[in-house]
């Protein structure tokens, strides 16, 4: 052990975030590219109302999304049933049901840099890509994908740091339960509520750096050119 | 079968295009029912909002007309009613826009191979080195396209249209994002690629002299409405186009050098009905070379005149009369051994002289415009 202070519970808890963050990152890059695709092309009259749902996690206490993700997720829930019926059982103070907390909370974060990589990136190159016989799948991955890059790992950067920094979503829905549902921010919390402040500082600088280096690197990316 | 059969020489089967399209937005309506030859270069020429692009689009696929039929010969490109319409990357159309719209994120080869490698190898007809050989790019194939020159990332993206071995070539203004060096530097390959390319081309244009230097046939569009289309001389000639078109009234003339006067530095270009002397021109005897005579610089005598400084002199029959943009002139159309010639002067010179119909006079041409 190099610090004495750090216990097995926290090194659970830091692991736990890492494997959270990391997971609703995968997840949001999948399902956050095609909503970030429909809602840079769309005409559409629902494109106000689906963007406005999707940065709904921006402004919402995240107690209130806790609490009706908790609701919906419970056995009286519809998603609850759902899943009593697949035989998972329900999906509150699971790890599974944090990483569902964790992809809405954080969905902004990935569908906003994303769509506004792609609205860069102009119906011209789209046109130009169709006349030199290429099809839209075709087109999405050879010039959408690539101009697109640095949107993409911006998202991925904020969808994860992110991730990392929630608490309320957290404790509505996954409550406490070391090497589950544990992640740093509450054990943070557990410490504080304990009076160990030695043992929060350590996990809460780290905490401060951890966000300080993503912010410094995401911030010195800015004006690097999209497509190297 | 041992024996081969004489291959068959045959022209090529000319693929005519058949346009009709209704497109309606606030304020603008397109509405065209066109039969436009499948060879040579065929210019669409009006001002801006004239609705010339938006045909063009509509031609490649990237735009939908409320109304819409489009056949390339016996393919039926876009049918509203029978429900068909072949998309973009499907139709065998090679496509410059105005500004190149190179791929940032490829380099200058790599965005030359995206349309070819995406053709079956046997409908390749366009080679690299021919393309590259034909619009002078091959010093940028390891470039980026952002550190290239207006005129070289439109050259590239010619050559990159041209490398789907389209049927069909579709352009967009190529020249208008460029200043007139950078135009002047691409002219002459497109000329090339007239000379060198059996590829039907469609081109749009605002630019009388760029028509005038590149087409065969002309379409004139006119708020969504085609105004007139013809061969290029015969059109350029007629006196009935709205007065938009009047403005800048002349006729092309299509000539061959025929001799080089050393001493006064002249040469000699001959076209059917006469010859005029211009400034002593590079080209050698025999080379085809366009001129345009603006109706502005031809007067009218009812002699020939003795005693001028004006030695291009041609007798020709007036074929019509007709109103100019102004009250204070009449435009002249006359036939000069079979070149019409146009001919801008005062009603009431028109007037005093009895300028008719059929009578025979004296064309003093002040100065010709010459093309390339």
């Known amino acids: ?96 049901g944090l990483v569902v907390g964790s992809v809405f909370y954080s969905l902004p974060f990935v569908v906003q840099p994303v769509q506004n990589a792609f609205e860069a990136i102009g119906e011209r190159m789209l046109e130009a890509a169709a006349t030199l016989r290429a099809n839209p799948w075709d087109t999405f991955f050879t010039v959408v994908l690539p101009l697109a890059k640095p949107g993409f790992i911006t998202a991925a950067i904020l969808g994860f740091a992110h991730t990392v920094g929630e608490f309320g979503v957290v404790l509505m829905i996954g409550g406490n339960i070391p090497e589950k549902t544990r992640v740093v921010s509450v054990a943070i919390y557990d410490h504080v509520e304990a009076l160990e402040y030695t043992e929060a500082h350590i996990l809460a600088g780290g905490m401060l750096a951890f966000s300080f280096v993503v912010l410094l690197i995401l911030y010195s990316r800015k004006g690097a050119k999209a497509w190297k | 079968m041992e024996v081969n059969a004489p291959m068959a020489v045959t022209a090529p089967v000319e693929r005519r295009i058949a346009a009709r399209f209704r497109v309606r937005w606030p ?44 056949r390339f010969g016996d393919e039926t490109w876009d049918d509203q009613q029978a429900g068909v319409f072949v998309p973009t990357h499907k139709r065998p159309i090679g496509y410059v826009f105005q500004e190149a719209s190179l791929f940032p994120h490829l380099s200058v080869a790599s965005n030359l191979a995206f349309g070819q490698k995406r053709v079956v190898a046997a409908e390749r007809r366009v080679s690299l080195e021919a393309a590259v050989a034909l619009l002078g790019i091959g010093h940028l194939l390891e470039r980026m396209p952002e550190t290239l020159s207006g005129g070289e990332r439109q050259r590239v993206g010619i ?19 460029l200043d007139l060096k950078r135009k002047n530097e691409i002219l002459p390959y497109l000329e090339r690629l007239h000379d060198e390319l059996d590829i039907p081309v469609l081109y749009v244009s605002h630019s009388p002299d760029e028509v005038a230097r590149l087409a065969d046939h002309v379409v004139l569009l006119d708020q969504g409405r085609v105004v007139a289309q013809g061969g290029l001389v015969e059109t350029l000639a007629r006196l ?17 050098v025929g001799e080089h006067d050393e001493h006064y530095h002249l040469t000699r270009l001959d076209f059917p009905g006469g010859n005029v002397l211009v400034a002593r021109r590079p080209e050698a005897v025999g080379h085809r070379l366009r001129f345009r005579v603006h109706a502005r610089d031809v007067s009218l005598a009812t002699a020939r005149a003795e005693g001028s400084s004006i030695t291009n002199l041609l007798p020709a029959t007036v074929v019509e009369v007709a109103p100019a943009d102004t009250l204070a002139h009449v435009l002249v159309r006359l036939d000069a051994g079979g070149t019409p010639l146009v001919a801008r002067i005062a009603r009431r010179s028109c007037d005093q002289l009895g300028v008719v119909a059929g009578c025979r006079m004296w064309a003093q041409i002040k100065t010709v415009a010459l093309l390339g």
Not at chain 1, 84 to 95: D, H, M, S
Not at chain 2, 35 to 62: E, M, N, Q, W, Y
Not at chain 2, 159 to 177: I, V, W
Request: proline share 7%; net charge neutral; glycine share 10%.
């Open chain 1, 1 to 96: 052990m190099i610090l004495p202070a750090f216990s097995n519970a926290d090194w659970a808890a830091v692991w736990l975030t890492f494997k959270l963050a990391a997971t609703t990152t995968a997840i949001l890059m999948v399902v956050g590219t095609p909503i970030a695709w429909w809602l840079a092309r769309t005409r559409s009259k629902w494109k106000g109302v689906v963007g406005a749902l999707v940065a709904l996690p921006l402004v919402l206490p995240p107690t209130v999304l806790g609490f009706y993700l908790l609701v919906a997720m419970g056995p009286q829930g519809p998603v609850g049933k759902f899943t009593t019926w697949l035989g998972v059982g329900t999906l509150p103070f699971t790890f599974p």
């Open chain 2, 27 to 70: 304020g603008f309506v397109l509405d065209v029912d066109l039969d436009l030859p499948g060879r040579g270069v065929t210019a669409l020429f009006g001002h801006s909002g004239s609705g010339k692009t938006t045909l063009l689009r509509c031609i490649a696929g990237l735009q939908r007309g409320d109304e819409a039929c489009l």
């Open chain 2, 159 to 177: 050559a990159r249209a041209l490398l789907t071995s389209p049927r069909l070539l579709l352009m967009d203004e190529p020249l208008a994002a």
């Open chain 2, 240 to 256: 009935d186009l709205p007065t938009a078109f009047t403005e800048d009234a002349g006729v092309v003339i299509e000539s061959v």
